[in-house]
């Protein structure tokens, strides 16, 4: 029987976890979630976690089909752009993108050439699409919550949830940047509930919270309908959306929320470069609420 290969390739400086999926008798693969390494006292970025990417792929030999943003991130860069020029590939996100395009825009005050339809993506993807990767089909969940534009990726028993949960004993998404939404949040959560018990979900961070000494990244619904700290069998859309908007009036923004939000919802590629050839990114004081 043909399996998914599925490895995880995880960032400890952004607690990012990348996958790459593998059909490995066809020799396909697709990268969910990568991370583009940045120093942001230096401006600089480097590609270390996403040359181990492309050092397995080229190693088996594989054909890079799809590179894949479960949303817009707001924690880390996508390496999206690198891996495509190195490896092919197309790049994909739900298309409720243009959504976060058009509230981050201004917010930035990007160029007027900027347009807030997606273009920057080669796909975009609305929910029930079905992709190919060998023999296998990766179905579209639209999740949002987190931001507008969240999706899951369903292969069989396989689901790639971005960070709609994250491990049971760290919780849930926050929803308190622009576009997010607790209620949403819920009802997604739902859904992916609602998939088999034995559906494994890879979630797109880990905390290492107190009580464990090692990083995790993958969990089944049936231990998420039960062990999860924020919501369990017995938990209520009200009491759910009381909690999460409480919780998030009190949580930092992440770091690197400034550099990451302008430049991943460009699918990744930098501002264009000033006259002496620099890309500059914005720093909008007091703009995020």
């Known amino acids: 029987m043909n399996e998914l ?7 400890e400086v952004t607690n990012t976890a990348t996958y790459l999926i593998a059909d490995g008798l066809a020799k396909e693969c697709a990268i969910i979630d990568s991370v583009l390494n940045f120093d942001q006292s230096s401006g600089k970025t480097s590609t270390t976690l996403a040359d181990s990417i492309i050092a397995t792929v080229n190693e088996n030999e594989w054909q890079c089909r799809w590179i ?34 058009k509230i ?16 920057q993506f080669d796909q975009l993807l609305d929910d029930g699409d079905i992709l190919t990767l060998g023999e296998f089909d990766i179905k579209v969940m639209h999740t949002p ?11 069989n028993d396989d689901a790639f949830i971005g960070d709609t949960l994250f491990m049971p004993d760290f919780g849930t998404a926050r929803c308190d ?29 880990d905390y290492m919270p107190e009580g464990r000494d090692v990083y995790s990244w993958q969990s089944t619904v049936e231990e998420q309908k039960f062990e999860n700290i924020h919501i369990k069998n017995n938990t209520s859309k009200e009491d ?34 000033a006259e002496n050839g620099v890309h500059y990114l914005s720093l909008p004081m007091n703009a995020l609420k």
């Open 5 to 11: 290969i599925i490895k995880c390739f995880f960032d």
């Open 68 to 101: 894949l943003e479960t949303h817009a991130h707001a924690d880390h860069i996508t390496a999206a752009p690198y891996l495509q020029e190195k490896l092919g590939g197309k790049t994909a996100i739900g298309k409720q993108i243009i959504n976060v395009q």
């Open 104 to 119: 981050f825009a201004p917010v930035f005050n990007f160029e007027k050439s900027f347009t807030t339809d997606g273009s």
């Open 145 to 155: 919550g987190h931001t507008p534009g969240c999706v899951t990726f369903i292969i």
């Open 177 to 205: 940047f622009p576009g997010g939404n607790a209620e949403m949040l819920f009802d997604s959560i739902q859904k992916i509930l609602s998939l088999p018990s034995q559906t494994k979900l890879y979630t797109g961070h």
């Open 240 to 273: 759910f959306i009381r909690f999460r908007n409480e919780r998030d009036k009190v949580l930092a923004m992440p770091k690197l929320i400034l550099p990451s939000v302008q430049v991943n919802i460009r699918a990744g590629h930098l501002p264009p470069a």
